[in-house]
């Protein structure tokens, strides 16, 4: 799995918009990028993934740009529970049974009143 | 959504006794699943890839013997930590992968603390 960069850590106020970058450039053709984050003492939580069209769920958005080396992920009101450390995964989505999860060291976000 | 059911979600054991962790997939098959180990302020590690049916997989550094990863069926895989002692507390993940989908998804994490 490609290797990502992301910055160590953030603050975002209350109710703004918060936007997590990571850097893939060396992402292939066949890897999706996946968000998880993880709330403290809690496992990983699935937030949306993509492979080169920006995506929209209940939780957030995902932007790539066109050359996939890069994406952003934006949580549009955050709220103080949103607080948590997020990790940007590049794997090839399905796969084979080997096809695990390999985590970086992720943003942790601190969402302030 | 797809649920990973972990047990016990927090433990506490005296140094030298064993303890099981289990890793439960409930509405889905999962021929695969993957153990994970936190410690605070860190990352996860992947500490083995259990397969149902066979072997687990072990990481480097990861004792086969010291963490026994048992898959038996295709909803449930078991991580025994052995002789535990103060060094092996730490917060334990596990991630299934659905058979039919590929989508991995995780537990809930158990801690372990050694005294």
């Known amino acids: 799995d490609a290797k990502t960069t992301q910055p160590t850590s953030m603050d975002c106020a209350e109710g703004r918009a918060a936007n997590l970058p990571c850097n893939h450039s060396?992402?292939?053709?066949?890897?999706?990028v996946y968000w998880y984050r993880q709330i403290h003492s809690q496992g990983p939580q699935y937030i949306i993934h993509?492979?080169?069209n920006n995506e929209t769920n209940e939780m957030a958005s995902l932007i790539i740009t066109e050359d996939r080396k890069s994406s952003t992920l934006i949580l549009p009101h955050a709220t103080l529970r949103d607080t948590a450390v997020y990790y940007c995964?590049?794997?090839?989505?399905?796969?084979?049974?080997?096809?695990?999860?390999?985590f970086g060291g992720g943003t942790r976000l601190m969402v302030k009143p | 959504g797809a649920v990973v059911s972990q047990h016990p979600s927090r433990v506490i054991c005296k140094s030298g006794t064993s303890v099981k962790i289990e890793c439960r997939s409930l509405?889905?098959?999962?021929?695969?699943m993957f153990w994970y180990r936190q410690f605070p302020k860190q990352s996860l590690m992947l500490m083995a890839t259990s397969n149902e049916g066979s072997k687990a997989t072990y990481e480097q550094g990861v004792e086969k013997d010291k963490f026994l990863i048992n898959h038996a069926s295709l909803t449930l895989s078991t991580l025994t930590v052995t002789s535990a002692h103060p060094e092996d507390s730490s917060f334990y993940i596990c991630s299934a992968r659905d058979t039919n989908t590929g989508e991995l998804f995780f537990g809930e994490g158990s801690r372990l603390t050694v005294l």
């Open positions: 060396t992402i292939s053709g066949n890897e999706y």
């Open positions: 509405d889905f098959q999962a021929t695969t």
């Open positions: 993509g492979l080169k």
């Open positions: 995964i590049v794997r090839v989505a399905g796969g084979n049974a080997g096809n695990m999860l390999t």
